[in-house]
């Protein structure tokens, strides 16, 4: 599948590294893989930048609404509705050398997880790869999304006009910029896992995959940092910048694991 130019706004970077982590899966991709976006909602983030940069990428998630959105953006980009499947994982028909699990983990129980896990083993090749990217439970997000929300902080800037006035400046600094034209879901799935990069790693292990690399993303990210400095691409680059260094303390963690074999326990 040939790159193509995109009749379609793509995503671009913002503060939480959205456009990062996209290269990152993309730069663990071969032209010959044919890939899964496991919980892929409407597709915009992941699936549809990589199918038009020439990949093999399909996406599939149980939210039928996320997925007729997602086909609307597919028909506008002048590509197959059948990129984007409402099925789940199980009964999904073809073989795939990787699966791309980014941002889903964390909406699973311990018992959806386990099964997950354990059909991604079972469907992957031992040559296959999981690719998987999850926020950090306990990281800068979590203080800011309470402060934002649960403390009203966001409410209190936009009767104050503060958003308003910051939006403004960085249109004269920057012009416009737009990190996403679309929505990437419209579910309502709140988070039910709580990840350190610790216990991801131990899950993908107990699963029966070894993990093989770990990267951090932005080190801090939310609603606060976002309005002040999406956009601004120097401070963007020094967040992702000290995410990796410090990978434990990041905002989200991207790790590759592939299917542990007999050959691989010993």
């Known amino acids: 599948m040939p ?51 020439g990949y093999d990428v399909v996406g599939v998630d149980i939210d039928e609404p996320s997925i007729e959105y997602g086909r609307r953006i597919l028909r506008s980009a002048g590509m197959p509705e059948c990129a984007l499947q409402c099925v789940d994982f199980a009964d999904y028909p073809h073989n795939t050398s990787v699966v791309i699990a980014s941002e889903v983990f964390e909406h699973m129980t311990d018992d959806i997880l386990d099964r997950v896990l354990g059909l991604i083993h079972a469907k992957l090749p031992p040559e296959g790869r999981l690719l998987v990217t999850v926020p950090n ?13 649960d403390l009203r902080l966001g409410q209190v800037l936009e009767l104050l006009r503060v958003d308003a006035a910051v939006s403004l400046i960085k249109r004269l600094i920057i012009g416009e910029y737009r990190d996403a034209a679309y929505l990437s879901t419209v579910a309502n799935s709140p988070h039910v896992q709580r990840f350190t990069l610790g216990r991801i790693r131990r899950r993908l292990e107990t699963g029966g995959f070894e993990v093989r690399e770990v990267r951090g993303s932005a080190l801090v990210c939310g609603p606060l940092t976002n309005l002040f400095f999406t956009g601004l691409r120097p401070v963007m680059a020094l967040n992702l910048a000290l995410g990796r260094r410090w990978p434990a303390l990041a905002s ?15």
């Open 252 to 266: 989200d963690f991207q790790l590759v694991a592939v299917p542990r074999t007999s050959a691989t326990t010993d």
């Open 3 to 53: 790159e193509r130019e995109s009749s379609v706004e793509l995503p671009r970077e913002n503060i939480y590294g959205h456009y990062a982590r996209l290269l990152w899966i993309r730069d663990h991709l071969e032209r010959s893989d044919h890939a899964v976006e496991l919980g892929c909602g409407t597709g915009y983030m992941i699936t549809l930048p990589l199918r038009t940069w």
């Open 137 to 149: 439970g306990f990281g800068w997000f979590e203080w800011e999304r309470a402060l934002w929300y």
